[in-house]
């Protein structure tokens, strides 16, 4: 489906030439007909001789509608530029087509009209003065045609110079995203709500629910139309007349867009590399108000100039604008400026960033907006990854469908350049700048407090803004590469070992020495504060680098656990069962010392109650080998 526009100055007969061509009269207001000249935008199609439909947007060519055209070409495949014979090159002639090339319109036929008026010579004299003007345009090399629609000569090779242009043009993108910029909105009776336009990027289907942009509005596809013939589904490309439910004429306006619920952003801050036209009357300046037109959408902005003062006319550089209202646009989408007085035409460009804040007019941030407007598209993906996205949201920041967004993740994944953390990615160097973060803030941690095991874990996560499961990936890349350790509830640098000082060590071999005398009746941890010196942070020391197993309250030397847990793997494998009494006589304990050593082993996953009894998990062997594991030292022999 394709859809071409005209453009041209006033009066040189571009609706003329769209009745001759189609049959249909563009000018559908009255107040056009009465004056002669198009003042809105007109529709019409027409059939190409491989029987291929073609819609049609018919421009105003007056200055003082410059909006409703700028509203018109945004989105069609190719132009019919219209210059009459008898008046040559005019003002308007030449806003379009610098309005055109901003658009980044490079297809189209020139058609020199009112043929009928002039003669051989002055034709000639007027070609000549149309080449120079297109000289230099992406139009430079477009066919001319000369006609009349009023004798009709020239009508035919138009229309196949137009079926060779559109020949040539690329598909139509389908990122299953669609969008219709809306040009017109209106009542019919019997149906109710219509809205009008080009459909962009994805197919629409009667019953589709669907989102008008800005604001929060739903409503569903009653009816499709494509050139007033009722479809099922319309395609990218193509004139669209979609009525909805659940929508009043009164809530549509031209400017709005209609979209899938969640697929597109609304903004009003736009990044983009402007280039001023060499024609504008003065520099676009810091802060100036312009007029931002983007699709069929316009609004005032404010232009942040973000390299120097000032963009010169025929210079290019980066701005933000900071629109009065937002708008629904996509990443890739191209806009034209315009200043208010004195009113004229300033320039564009590609829309490379949809912000959410103020950018500030520094070095690394023209070089983040260089990035994201990279020529490939995982350069692009890779720039829309400074912070973790779902590829989703990347793509959609990118401006890339799932397909091409798809290629560029495996690419990016392949060379390692980006980085999966859960359901998100991450550039690879913004991952490594988050874990560089996270081991300084460990190691910070080791210095602070080098009695604790580690770094508490969620004051790490909050220290890098991630969320939970976000987290804990970027924590499983870390201890995978061997640059963390993860403890549970504490992240150590591999090899810390909780330190004590030289006078705690002297008081903790003190305290082993009581320990080893009565190994399975301990000192409560009171008392080894009391007696040795050995408050709560040296003991958890302790038990973090090995050298106590805490059970429950109690605190054991490990060899008295693993002897204990032997005694009872023993007893389990010849009887099956055991009691916390039998536990305790074997091990010639006490209750208070059998029963958290008892709770150890169901916690070790080595035993399991059975009401009064402790039933084996595992045969002896392996329960003995689990246990030795379980507190870090060598199997006890039997």
């Known amino acids: ?120 010579e002055w034709a000639a004299l007027v070609r000549a003065e149309v080449a120079f003007a297109l000289a230099g345009t992406p139009l430079a090399a477009a066919p001319f045609v000369e006609v009349s629609a009023t004798t009709r000569a020239g009508l035919a090779d138009l229309v196949a110079a137009l079926a060779a242009t559109l020949g040539a043009a690329p598909p139509r993108r389908d990122l299953a995203r669609p969008r219709l910029p809306v040009d017109r909105a209106f009542t019919m009776s019997g149906f109710g709500t219509v809205v009008t336009g080009t459909l962009l990027d994805g197919s629409l289907a009667v019953g589709d629910e669907v989102a008008l ?41 031209r400017g709005m867009v209609v979209a899938r619920p969640g697929t597109l952003a609304t903004s009003r801050l736009l990044g983009l590399r402007c280039a001023v036209l060499a024609s504008a009357s003065a520099p676009l300046l810091h802060d100036e108000a312009v007029k931002v037109h983007v699709g069929t959408a316009e609004s005032m902005a404010h232009a942040s100039v973000l390299e120097g003062g000032a963009l010169a006319p025929g210079a290019s550089g980066w701005i933000q604008l900071r629109l009065a209202s937002p708008v629904a646009v996509a990443v890739g989408d191209r806009l034209v400026l315009r200043r208010p007085s004195p009113s004229e035409t300033l320039g564009g460009g590609v829309v490379a960033d949809l912000g959410t804040e103020r950018l500030r007019r520094r070095g690394d941030t023209v070089a983040a907006l260089e990035r994201r407007s990279a020529p490939s598209a995982a350069g692009r993906l890779l720039a829309a990854l400074d912070s973790p996205r779902t590829p989703a949201e990347a793509g959609e920041r990118s401006g890339l469908g799932a397909a091409e967004r798809e290629a560029a993740l495996a690419e990016l994944a392949a060379d390692g350049r980006a980085l999966r953390l859960g359901d998100a990615v991450l550039a690879r160097d913004v991952a490594e700048a988050l874990a560089t973060k996270v081991e300084r803030a460990v190691a910070m941690a080791h210095r602070k407090a080098p009695l604790r095991p580690g770094a508490p874990r969620e004051e790490l996560r909050g220290l890098t803004g991630l969320a939970p499961k976000r987290f804990a990936a970027l924590v499983g890349w870390l201890v995978a590469s061997g640059r963390l350790a993860d403890h549970g509830s504490t992240l150590a640098l591999p090899g810390h070992r909780p330190a004590l000082s030289a006078a705690q060590e002297v008081a903790w071999d003190r305290a082993r020495a009581a320990l080893e005398r009565e190994p399975l009746q301990p000192p409560a941890a009171e008392a080894l504060e009391r007696d040795f010196g050995l408050d709560r942070e040296v003991v958890a020391a302790l038990v973090g680098r090995g050298d106590l197993v805490r059970a429950g309250d109690a605190l054991f030397l490990p060899f008295a656990v693993l002897r204990f847990g032997a005694l009872v793997i023993d007893e389990l494998a010849a009887a099956g069962r055991i009691t916390v009494a039998r536990a305790r006589d074997l091990s010639s304990s006490s209750r208070r010392s059998a029963l958290p050593l008892l709770q150890y082993l169901d916690e070790a996953g080595l035993t399991r109650r059975s009401g009064d009894e402790r039933l084996l998990v595992y045969d002896a062997a392996e329960a003995r080998k689990r246990l030795a594991a379980a507190i870090h030292l060598p199997e006890v022999s039997r």
């Open 213 to 253: 942009l800005p604001g929060e509005r739903r409503a569903r596809i009653r009816g499709l139309q494509t050139h007033r013939r009722a479809v099922e589904v319309a395609q990218p490309g193509s004139r669209v007349a979609a009525n909805l439910s659940g929508v009043d004429k009164a809530e549509v306006e």
């Open 1 to 120: 489906m394709r859809v071409i526009g005209t453009a041209g100055h006033v009066d040189h007969g571009k609706s003329t030439l769209i009745t001759a061509l189609t049959g249909i009269d563009p000018d559908r207001l009255r107040e056009e007909r009465e004056r002669g000249m198009t003042i809105d935008l007109g529709f019409a199609w027409l059939t190409l001789p491989g029987g291929e439909e073609v819609g049609i947007v018919d421009v105003p060519g007056h200055q003082d509608f410059i909006r409703n055209m700028l509203a018109g070409v945004g989105s069609i495949d190719a132009v019919l530029l219209v210059v009459a014979l008898d008046e040559s090159v005019m003002p308007q002639t030449r806003e379009h087509l610098a309005i055109l090339e901003i658009l980044g319109i490079e297809r189209g036929v020139v058609a020199l009209t009112k043929r009928d008026l002039v003669d051989a």
